[in-house]
């Protein structure tokens, strides 16, 4: 049944994606890994550059969440600073997911936090207090990474 739901939302996706959103299967004969490009939020300090996300749906999806990590490097306080890139968002643990989400809901989510970040749900403590504390600061560190890692 997961899969059918899938095929059925990618192809919504692929047909109206969300804006500064492109969805396309990782590989054609695994309709279980997606891979995500997210264009940085106008009015960001991610603008003008492009994030590879990688989303990972279960076998039991839609009665478990799917898994959101950063394929490029960004800073940001709800995503891991490792090579995972791993994103916490709150609507996606197991607790608080609901079936009838959608996975454009998800990815709107995930660029929304690019727009505001949730420094009180943060992965990264540290760029969360300079978030929250030193805003100008983390503003100019995330425009760099975005520089260095996600402009084409």
Same mark, same amino acid.
């Not at 839609?62 to 490029?72: A, D, I, R």
């Not at 197991?94 to 749900?121: G, H, Y």
């Given at each position: ?82 090579? #995972? ?8 643990? !197991?607790? @608080? /997911? ?5 996975? *454009? ?26 978030? #929250? ?8 560190? !995330?425009? @760099? /990474? ?5 402009? *084409?």
């Amino acid at each position: 049944m997961g899969s059918k739901r899938i095929a059925k939302e990618l192809a919504e996706l692929t047909a109206s994606p969300p804006e500064g959103i492109t969805v396309e299967l990782a590989n054609e004969s695994d309709i279980y890994q997606w891979k995500v490009y997210m264009d940085g939020p106008e009015g960001s300090p991610y603008h003008n550059g492009r994030f590879l996300v990688k989303l990972s749906l279960p076998t039991e999806y839609p009665f478990k969440p799917p898994s959101v990590s950063f394929g490029t490097k960004i800073y940001h306080p709800n995503v891991t600073n490792d090579d #995972k890139g791993s994103m916490c968002l709150g609507m996606l643990r !197991a607790d @608080e /997911w609901k079936p009838s989400s959608k996975i *454009a809901a998800v990815l709107e989510f995930a660029r929304q936090l690019l727009v505001e970040p949730m420094p009180d749900d943060a992965v990264e403590g540290r760029i969360a207090e300079q978030y #929250k504390n030193d805003r100008a600061r983390y503003d100019e560190i !995330a425009r @760099e /990474w975005t520089r260095k890692y996600a402009m *084409a």
